[in-house]
């Protein structure tokens, strides 16, 4: 027996997926260990071998690959934890950083202040030196800056250094010497050159790409390789990759070189599974997928069968925070998870999040000490959670606890605490549908016309709701769901992705400036890629725009690198795709190519369907629970397993497995699918079944 393993290490939960030789896949949770993260982990691998008859380290032992995700290198960001670092630019641009890319949250209040730069001006320090936009040197790297800047790396205890000059995209010179004295004087200070991570055209985006890299490497080396270091301990011989933002993995040891892809890599996760699901029981190549976890919501888009992308992934939110300058799965999160924290604020109203209680001490309900209310409160002390089976009965919550939290809200309220529970799901519900609506209606997508796939250990509490609001006719909650993300992870490819900017317009492009730029991409391939090992399936594409145009769109253009003969094709592609985007096209303007792009895709799962989840076996005799529905009150409700559902039953129900609950309100019914189960939701036009509803 051989398995593959995903975890996702999330702020209140560890998750495991455990893939077996056959092709099924079990999950198991244990709650996160912030203080030792890999002890979260093997807790998680002990109740996956409980469940198999053997040891962790067994399967460890027979496990070929170990695919790793969590969320250390974004809360480092967040919390300002990374690595002290100094940025080093071109003399006269210090602000680069500060400045960003112009834009303002609030351009007409001038009195609000530019949010502070991810690197303090202190430990911004200047380099006389020019280049200029045809790579010629203009001034010469001053010796004299060198010096002054070793100087302050000793005085200022620097760990971590990112270098940004201006055009080293066209001409790296001047960057690579910096790199070479760098690593003379200090052999063991990591350091970041921007047109090695990010050739990419616009300064401040190398700039911040290099900068979040910097901030990272200290930390994130020294722990990845201290996670992998712990799984050998433990027995496991295999190959260790790790997610990325870009819905792929990688070797951890790439991750450790370029830790910046770390950032938002496990919400990237649970759009690949979704997007399985969703065309598997459902036929639906538009979905829109949720993973409800312990912190937060997070929601994306699937199109077309096509994964949700952005270059404008921001942290820290669009022009406060730090955008990373690379391609990444586009997920939008709200603080609304299981562990969110409620209050009411000096105006009278409720608030749920955007904080939470975490792992440590949990909710309430923990017994941890623990005394806020949160989300998961809410709904144990409406009798939608089961004190005594909550994560497989291996983790007991106390209904007195959550009770007790609530009750001030609710004083502060003045209604029942029952009212008050029911009020902090419907306002996390509210912050839900608006995530939603983020993504689909104010991007021209009715969510009408698409399948809800829901994921996350705390989704099933209000994912039917969801649908209601949004007027879809299906919910889909596969099996595997609880651990949406780690699941993703074992559905992923291993992805690279290079780039070389070459500024042009598409009509004066030779064979010679093809075949150049055919070289410099495979170059940089070859040298990502060495080791891998498998042939991976190549995916050429270019980014472009009009003349005139700030913003660039990609072009796919295929397996091989293009040549003089195949510009017409490109350009009438270019013309196509502006229009499927924007509504318009002008086949009368230059098209000018601003970057080119290679992608290696290695299929991970060659030959393999989509997993079968492991059957849960159904609890002997039937039980009912006394929960809290809107419209009707409390009342009495069949509590049934999935092995329970052989057929649509329609609600009030709650539908209990180990590591998730249902709660189906009236007017919904629910029955099975092939990897799981599906809620189907009566409208006001009548009921409708799942194809229609992917229609």
């Not at 009798?383 to 609710?410: C, S, V």
């Not at 016309?449 to 609001?469: D, H, N, P, T």
């Not at 409700?637 to 057929?647: E, K, Q, R, S, Y």
Request: charged share 20%; proline share 7%.
């Amino acid at each position: 027996m051989t398995y593959r393993i995903a975890v996702d290490i999330g702020g209140t939960f560890s998750d495991v997926a455990l893939e077996r030789e056959d092709g099924s896949i079990a999950i198991h949770k244990a709650p996160s260990t912030p203080d030792d993260p890999v002890a979260g982990v093997l807790a998680a691998l002990d109740a996956a071998a409980a469940a198999d008859g053997t040891s962790r380290r067994a399967i460890l032992a027979a496990a070929e690959v170990f695919i790793y995700t969590s969320t250390k290198a974004i809360n480092a960001i967040v919390t300002g934890s990374g690595a002290r670092t100094a940025f080093v630019t071109t003399a006269g641009h210090p602000d680069i950083l500060l400045l960003r890319e112009g834009g303002r949250t609030e351009p007409f209040d001038y009195t609000v202040p530019f949010p502070a730069p991810l690197v303090p001006r202190r430990l911004t320090f200047q380099v006389a030196e020019r280049i200029d936009a045809a790579g010629r040197i203009l001034a010469p790297l001053d010796p004299v800056g060198l010096e002054r800047l070793a100087e302050a790396v000793v005085r200022e205890r620097i760990e971590a250094v990112a270098v940004c000059l201006l055009w080293s995209i066209v001409n790296p010179a001047h960057e690579l010497a910096v790199g070479r004295f760098l690593a003379e004087r200090f052999p063991d200070l990591p350091v970041t050159l921007s047109h090695q991570l990010n050739p990419c055209l616009r300064e401040y985006r190398r700039a911040s790409s290099a900068c979040l890299d910097a901030v990272l490497k200290p930390l994130m080396t020294a722990h990845l390789a201290a996670f992998e270091t712990r799984l050998r301990q433990e027995g496991f011989t295999g190959t260790a990759l790790a997610v990325t933002s870009q819905g792929g993995v990688v070797p951890i040891a790439a991750m450790a070189r370029a830790p910046i892809h770390a950032l938002n890599s496990g919400p990237a996760m649970a759009p690949v599974a979704g997007r399985a699901f969703a065309e598997a029981d459902a036929g639906s190549a538009t979905a829109v997928v949720i993973d409800t976890g312990g912190t937060t919501f997070d929601v994306s888009l699937v199109a077309d069968g096509r994964l949700p992308a952005t270059q404008e992934l921001w942290i820290g939110g669009r022009y406060r925070g730090h955008i990373t300058g690379f391609p990444s799965v586009d997920v939008s999160s709200v603080g609304a998870g299981g562990g969110s924290i409620a209050g009411v604020d000096e105006g009278g109203l409720l608030q749920v999040g955007p904080a939470s209680a975490g792992a440590v001490p949990g909710p309430a309900c923990y017994g941890r000490g623990g005394t806020a209310a949160t989300v998961t409160d809410a709904a144990l002390v409406l009798g939608y959670l089961d004190p005594a089976g909550f994560l497989g009965g291996r983790m007991p919550l106390d209904a007195a606890l959550a009770r007790a939290a609530i009750e001030p809200l609710a004083a502060a309220l003045d209604i029942g605490i029952e009212d008050a529970a029911a009020a902090i799901l419907e306002v996390a519900g509210e912050q839900m549908v608006q995530a939603i609506e983020e993504v689909t209606i104010r991007r021209g997508v009715d969510p009408a016309r698409a399948v809800l796939v829901a994921g996350g250990g705390a989704a099933g509490l209000g994912a039917i709701e969801l649908g209601r609001r949004l007027g879809c006719r299906a919910v889909l909650f596969p099996a595997m769901a609880p651990a949406m993300s780690a699941v993703g992870a074992l559905l992923s490819d291993m992805l690279r992705e290079v780039r070389v900017t070459r500024f042009a317009r598409l009509d004066s492009l030779s064979g010679a400036d093809l075949a150049q730029i055919g070289e410099d991409l495979s170059a940089r391939l070859a040298a990502e890629t060495a080791g891998d090992g498998a042939e991976p399936r190549l995916e050429y594409f270019l980014e472009g725009r009009y003349e005139r145009q700030i913003w660039e769109i990609e072009i796919p253009l295929g397996a091989g690198m293009p040549g003089p003969g195949d510009l017409a094709a490109i350009r009438a592609a270019f013309d196509a795709t502006h229009a499927r985007l924007y509504g318009i096209g002008d086949p009368r303007s230059a098209v000018e190519v601003v970057s080119w792009g290679l992608r290696a895709r290695t299929v991970q799962r060659a030959g393999r369907d989509l997993p079968r989840a492991e059957a849960e076996p159904p609890r002997p005799g039937s039980r009912r629970r006394r929960a809290v529905f809107a419209g009707i009150g409390a009342i009495a409700v069949p509590v049934l397993t999935p092995a329970d559902i052989g057929h649509a039953v329609p609600g009030p129900l709650i539908v209990e497995s180990a590591y998730t609950t249902i709660v189906v309100p009236p007017g919904a019914e629910i029955g099975v699918t092939a990897h799981g189960l599906m809620a189907t939701i009566r409208q006001a036009s009548g009921e409708i079944g799942p194809r229609e509803a992917a229609a």
